[in-house]
T-cell receptor, first 114, second 116 residues
Framework: AQSVTQPDIHITVSEGASLELRCNYS??????LFWYVQSPGQGLQLLLK??????LVQGIKGFEAEFKRSQSSFNLRKPSVHWSDAAEYFC????????????FGTGTRLTIIP | EAGVVQSPRYKIIEKKQPVAFWCNPI?????LYWYLQNLGQGPELLIR????????DSQLPKDRFSAERLKGVDSTLKIQPAELGDSAVYLC??????????????FGPGTRLTVL
């Protein structure tokens, strides 16, 4: 079955420190991959996406993600976090034959400490 | 440009009561999605519409849940009767179907349902 796994339920990072959120996927073929952010009371906002090509993708708000086929991973990174980055982050995947069904991971809650 | 609009934002009801959620997608978006997000979980697709046709409703619990998108624009999701386990956030999303490999989904803020 197709699935997306985010092994870290909660991560705490100091402001200004670097961040890496982990995501692994299990699909028959390499899916389309996404990272979304959800702030309290807000809808999901797309940070970045990977379809093919360059395995390092840049997104909004200074985030980037690296696709590693050998590890079935798509980890999200930011070199220096800001207090406003505190939110819930979701990794998601969709099969690449056009049915557009997104499968989400369970999310990682990011807390920023001063 | 206005985003996806959902109402109400919050709803508290007693079990066995009916409840309805409304979604207005981004103007021109022909595909509309309803997702269920349980506490501490990622969203799960309930139903997907292309225009007024439900093209994927395999995850919609049809004994108590129903949805409609009569004119291919706004949509209503209904639960009747509600159960305690229905307490969750109900998200609506929309996208514009195109020839691109993937059509980005834009999400509304959701409706948080509490069933007492």
């Amino acid at each position: 079955a197709q699935s997306v796994t985010q092994p870290d339920i909660h991560i705490t990072v100091s402001e200004g420190a670097s961040l890496e959120l982990r995501c692994n996927y299990s699909y028959g073929a390499t899916p389309y991959l996404f990272w979304y952010v959800q702030s309290p009371g807000q809808g999901l906002q797309l940070l970045l996406k990977y379809f093919s090509g360059d395995t390092l993708v840049q997104g909004i708000k200074g985030f980037e993600a690296e696709f590693k086929r050998s590890q079935s991973s798509f980890n999200l990174r930011k070199p220096s976090v800001h207090w406003s980055d505190a939110a819930e982050y979701f990794c998601a995947a969709a099969s690449n034959f056009g049915n557009e069904k997104l499968t989400f991971g369970t999310g990682t809650r990011l807390t920023i400490i001063p | 440009e206005a985003g996806v609009v959902q109402s109400p934002r919050y709803k508290i009801i007693e079990k066995k009561q009916p409840v309805a959620f409304w979604c207005n997608p981004i103007s021109g978006h022909n595909t509309l999605y309803w997702y269920l997000q349980n506490l501490g979980q990622g969203p799960e697709l309930l139903i997907r519409y292309e225009n007024e046709e439900a093209v994927d409703d395999s995850q919609l619990p049809k004994d108590r849940f129903s949805a409609e998108r009569l004119k291919g624009v706004d949509s209503t999701l209904k639960i009747q009767p509600a159960e305690l386990g229905d307490s969750a956030v109900y998200l609506c999303a929309s996208s514009l179907k195109s020839t691109a490999p993937y059509n980005e989904q834009f999400f509304g803020p959701g409706t948080r349902l509490t069933v007492l």
